[in-house]
């Protein structure tokens, strides 16, 4: 497979650009000082992308017009224009199920960190303020009795359902259809589901189809006791009206591993108490990104050795 060009546009893990410099001729964009020259001349030759980290586009494809596969590191890949991939004649695969695990440990930490405000109490001692002022005070929510909604229940989504039962929380869902064979009750609306739950988990992936899904009207569906716990995209949520509704009242709380505009946090969000914020840690054990980085290495071996991707994104299926 040494003929074969990849291009690899950001850095990626050791186990990824190691066993790809190995098997393919790699142009590691990133090492270049003028990567535009580089693409330009090189760009005819690419048959593969191995893709860490930015986007696809029609702009950016025309620069590879002879490439076969984008072999993407992650599940989600609203970063990615499949119609254009699919108008060039290019596989998009990701980086499903050998996250969901960690992810759903996330999810449930995060949930647990907003709730009982563990993030504050942490900083209460750290500051020396148990010792000088006496116990972190009591909180005012409790896991107990809580009704989990899931936006979501995919992959990831049911692996939270699974940990979130142990935890002895009710459990319903939204998704665009209700799901054979699962006994959690189904809200045929967001709204529907936040009105029945209390706690609201969003696993569902970005787009333009999910875009600010969850809205001012969302939110004050969930209610005053009401908390919010992110993971899946930060473009899922209406940012200015999650601020809003935290600042006066109308939820309680919110846990986010997610943001509109990452790595930029909005600063009302960060004054804010009563919310955990976490860096989009999701998947961020080396265990699980080498697993991630490993799937994406097969994905493009596989193509070029049986004609076939093995995580092929659901849209690649259905050509
Ligand atoms: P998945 O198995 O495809 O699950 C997605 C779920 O969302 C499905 O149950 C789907 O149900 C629902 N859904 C999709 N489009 C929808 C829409 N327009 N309206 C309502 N529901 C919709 O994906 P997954 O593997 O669980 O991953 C989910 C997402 O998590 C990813 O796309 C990514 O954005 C996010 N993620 C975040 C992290 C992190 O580090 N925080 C890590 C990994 C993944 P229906 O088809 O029935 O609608
Ligand atoms: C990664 C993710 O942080 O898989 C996803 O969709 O959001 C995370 O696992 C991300 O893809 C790495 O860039």
Same mark, same amino acid.
């Given at each position: 497979?040494? *003929?074969?060009?990849?291009?690899?546009?950001?850095?990626?893990?050791?186990?990824?650009?190691?066993? !790809?410099?190995?098997?393919?001729?790699?142009?590691?964009?990133?090492?270049? #000082?003028?990567?535009?020259?580089?693409?330009?001349?090189? /760009?005819?030759?690419?048959?593969?992308?191995?893709?860490? @980290?930015?986007?696809?586009?029609?702009?950016?494809?025309?620069?590879?017009? &002879?490439?076969?596969?984008?072999?993407?590191? /992650?599940?989600?890949?609203?970063?990615?224009?499949?119609?254009?991939? !699919?108008?060039? &004649?290019?596989?998009?695969? %990701?980086?499903?199920?050998?996250?969901? #695990?960690?992810? +759903?440990?996330?999810?449930?930490?995060?949930?647990?960190?907003?709730?009982?405000?563990?993030?504050?109490?942490?900083?209460?001692?750290?500051? /020396?303020?148990?010792? %000088?002022? =006496?116990?972190?005070?009591?909180?005012?929510?409790?896991?107990?009795?809580?009704?989990? =909604?899931?936006?979501?229940? =995919?992959?990831? $989504?049911?692996?939270?359902?699974?940990?979130?039962?142990?935890?002895?929380?009710?459990?319903?869902? %939204?998704?665009?259809?209700?799901?054979?064979?699962? *006994?959690?009750?189904?809200?045929?609306?967001?709204?529907?589901?936040?009105?029945?739950?209390?706690?609201?988990?969003?696993?569902?992936?970005?787009?333009?189809?999910?875009?600010?899904?969850?809205?001012?009207?969302?939110?004050?569906?969930?209610?005053?006791?009401?908390?919010?716990?992110?993971? /899946?995209? =930060?473009?899922?949520?209406?940012?200015?009206?999650?601020?809003?509704?935290?600042?006066? $009242?109308?939820?309680?709380?919110?846990?986010?591993?997610?943001?509109? &505009?990452?790595?930029?946090?909005?600063?009302?969000?960060?004054?804010?108490? $009563?919310?955990? !914020?976490?860096? %989009?840690?999701?998947?961020?054990?080396? @265990?699980?990104?080498? +697993?991630?980085?490993?799937?994406?290495?097969?994905?493009?071996?596989?193509?070029?050795?049986?004609?076939? +991707?093995?995580?092929?994104?659901?849209?690649?299926?259905?050509?």
């Amino acid at each position: 497979m040494k *003929s074969i060009d990849i291009l690899m546009p950001y850095p990626m893990l050791p186990i990824a650009q190691e066993q !790809l410099e190995a098997a393919f001729t790699l142009h590691k964009l990133f090492e270049a #000082d003028d990567p535009d020259t580089v693409l330009a001349e090189i /760009g005819d030759r690419i048959r593969g992308v191995a893709l860490g @980290f930015g986007s696809v586009d029609t702009a950016f494809l025309r620069k590879i017009p &002879n490439v076969e596969i984008v072999s993407s590191f /992650g599940v989600g890949y609203d970063h990615i224009d499949v119609d254009a991939c !699919l108008a060039a &004649n290019a596989e998009v695969t %990701h980086t499903p199920d050998v996250l969901s #695990d960690e992810v +759903a440990d996330t999810a449930i930490g995060l949930m647990i960190m907003a709730i009982r405000e563990f993030g504050q109490a942490e900083t209460w001692l750290r500051e /020396g303020n148990w010792k %000088h002022k =006496g116990p972190y005070p009591l909180t005012k929510a409790t896991l107990r009795g809580r009704k989990l =909604g899931i936006f979501g229940l =995919g992959r990831i $989504g049911k692996e939270i359902a699974k940990r979130a039962e142990a935890f002895g929380l009710e459990i319903s869902y %939204h998704g665009r259809s209700r799901q054979e064979g699962i *006994s959690y009750p189904y809200h045929a609306s967001l709204k529907e589901l936040a009105a029945a739950c209390d706690t609201l988990m969003v696993v569902a992936p970005g787009g333009a189809d999910t875009e600010h899904a969850v809205s001012a009207e969302i939110l004050s569906a969930l209610g005053p006791d009401g908390v919010l716990i992110n993971v /899946g995209r =930060g473009s899922v949520v209406d940012e200015a009206a999650l601020i809003t509704a935290l600042e006066d $009242g109308t939820i309680l709380g919110a846990g986010l591993d997610v943001f509109e &505009n990452e790595p930029h946090v909005p600063e009302r969000l960060m004054q804010l108490p $009563g919310v955990t !914020l976490l860096p %989009h840690v999701g998947s961020a054990s080396r @265990f699980t990104r080498d +697993a991630m980085g490993q799937l994406v290495v097969d994905n493009l071996k596989s193509w070029f050795n049986t004609g076939k +991707a093995i995580t092929p994104v659901p849209e690649m299926r259905q050509k």
